[in-house]
């Protein structure tokens, strides 16, 4: 459990530089490159020791997981992947929604925290949750919103094959990366 926790602290607390007065700081004395390459580095070993602590964590019953926790995951499961995907292809759905890789991660914590009861499923999707929602609010106060131009409808059709195609892989390995199957 310890390296869960800790690597959720090092996942989100680098992903709080950008919205501090510490980022133009580090990107003067770093260079734009190494700055983005230090970023990332860190962003996966963050990433990683979640992952790999989540797999090791004991089970640690909190809650009954909410009855319709499950149906509310996978109905919002489509929506989270593309909106996870909208957020990094050209489209349209970013016009209309503001931050789509974060409120992808909203539909994508918040209906898995209701799904599952245990300590280390709250520690993840909880700190997901919110991280999204404050990193929503701190954008939006910062002014890093840079309101998009209109593309051609081909790349929302992209986005939203994409995304379905995505979620499909994803139900059919979450056992694979989880311990939970979802089919079969």
Request: hydrophobic content about 55%; aromatic content about 14%.
């Amino acid at each position: 459990m310890m390296l869960l926790v800790i690597g959720t602290l090092i996942f989100f607390g680098i992903h709080l530089v950008p919205s501090t007065p510490f980022k133009p700081q580090l990107v003067t004395t770093l260079g734009e490159k190494k700055y983005k390459m230090l970023f990332s580095l860190i962003s996966l070993i963050g990433l990683g020791s979640i992952t790999y602590g989540f797999s090791l964590s004991d089970f640690v019953p909190l809650w009954d997981p909410l009855p319709w926790g499950r149906t509310l995951a996978f109905v919002s499961m489509p929506f989270a992947v593309i909106m996870m995907c909208a957020a990094e292809i050209p489209n349209n759905i970013k016009r209309f929604v503001r931050h789509p890789m974060l409120i992808g991660l909203i539909l994508w914590s918040g209906p898995h925290l209701a799904a599952n009861g245990d300590l280390a499923s709250t520690i993840v999707f909880l700190s997901f949750g919110v991280f999204a929602l404050v990193d929503v609010y701190l954008v939006s106060k910062g002014g890093r919103y840079k309101p998009k131009q209109p593309v051609s409808f081909l790349w929302d059709i992209a986005v939203i094959f994409l995304g379905l195609i995505l979620y499909g892989v994803l139900m059919s390995f979450h056992g694979s990366f989880t311990g939970m199957p979802l089919i079969g």
